[in-house]
């Protein structure tokens, strides 16, 4: 039940937002909404709206707020691999609504083809090479974006040199005098 105009008043309360967080607003119809002002990311979450004339006993409801914002990178990750292994390449964003993601080498846009696999869930991207290849180095970018705004990281797929272990039985050139020294004695 919605009250009567002009002899209504509201009060909105929830995850640090004051009252006199909001616009001030006569609500006329049932097509009517509150503005609040300067609200963040960080106010996001259930508030109860609670609406009271002198007609009725108060009505209060809860109602769901969702702050839009564009994407932001907040993580991304270069790697190293050796040729032949596999490679792993992360990238995480934080959007509302949820980012897509796309990945590019040079200017080019990649896809899951050719031994690469784009994996987005959420708020993260995977870029995974199968078998590294000389090929398979150098820069990558990812780019987040939803219909606020875009933006992007840059990572790197570095060479990773395995390092040759050291032969357990070294072979050690003796000269002839001290072999044929071991033979007489």
């Keep these: 039940m919605l009250p009567q105009p002009g002899s209504s008043s509201g009060t909105v309360l929830g995850s640090g937002v004051t009252a006199a967080s909001f616009a001030r607003r006569e609500f006329e119809g049932e097509e009517e ?5 300067g609200i ?3 106010q996001s979450g259930k508030y109860e709206c609670k609406a009271a004339n002198e007609v009725a006993s108060a009505d209060v409801k ?3 707020v ?3 914002y564009p994407p932001t990178i907040t993580e991304s990750k270069s790697n190293e691999a050796a040729t032949g292994r596999q490679a792993l390449l992360r990238c995480e964003a934080s959007a509302v609504p949820t980012p897509d993601f796309e990945w590019y080498r040079d200017d080019t846009r990649i896809n899951s083809a050719n031994g690469l696999e784009i ?5 993260q991207s995977l870029l995974m090479v199968a ?3 000389e090929e398979h180095y150098g820069n990558y970018t990812c780019v987040a974006a939803n219909k606020l705004g875009v933006t992007n990281a840059s990572l790197y797929l570095y060479k990773r040199v395995l390092p040759t272990l050291p ?3 070294p072979v050690v050139p003796q000269s002839p005098e001290i072999i044929l020294k071991d033979i007489l004695v």
């Design 66 to 68: 969702t702050v839009n």
């Design 131 to 133: 078998n590294v290849t």
């Design 33 to 37: 909404y509150l503005e609040i002002l």
């Design 119 to 123: 994996k987005s869930t959420g708020s």
């Design 62 to 64: 809860q109602v769901r």
């Design 40 to 42: 963040t990311r960080e």
């Design 167 to 169: 032969n357990p039985f």
